[in-house]
Nanobody, 127 residues
């Protein structure tokens, strides 16, 4: 079973940047699509970004398009989320997740396609 550990969260001022990382265990990482989700207090966990197993395809939520970039390094079993031009409304716990599939297109936005989740990392953006 894949285990995921996020890192890189913290406190940043509006307009600033952060890079989140998610390290995965196991030898199947390069076969899995990966996603990032976030959950603000009192709200549902929402899709942020996803990337196919080979990095050929990516998908973003409209709210982060143009500001966030998802990438992965299969040699390091790690997926990243580069966040720029951060806004207070980006404040949330960010979770990475793995889906046992190469790529499912727009369905990568659905939580149910992901089989494993990390414990989350807090991102707080101050105004």
């Amino acid at each position: 079973q894949v285990q995921l550990v996020e890192s890189g969260g913290g406190l940043v001022q509006a307009g600033g940047s952060l890079r989140l990382a998610c390290a995965a265990s196991g030898r199947t990482f390069s076969s899995y699509a990966m996603g990032w989700f976030r959950q603000a207090p009192g709200k549902e966990r929402d899709f942020v970004a996803a990337i196919s197993s080979s990095s050929a395809s990516t998908l973003y939520a409209d709210s982060v398009k143009g500001r966030f970039t998802i990438s992965r390094d299969n040699a390091k079993n790690t997926v990243y989320l580069q966040m720029t031009s951060l806004k207070p409304e980006d404040t949330a716990v960010y979770y990475c997740a793995s889906a046992p599939t190469i790529w499912m297109g727009v369905r990568q936005k659905e939580k149910r396609v992901y089989a494993a989740w990390g414990q989350g990392t807090q991102v707080t953006v101050s105004s």
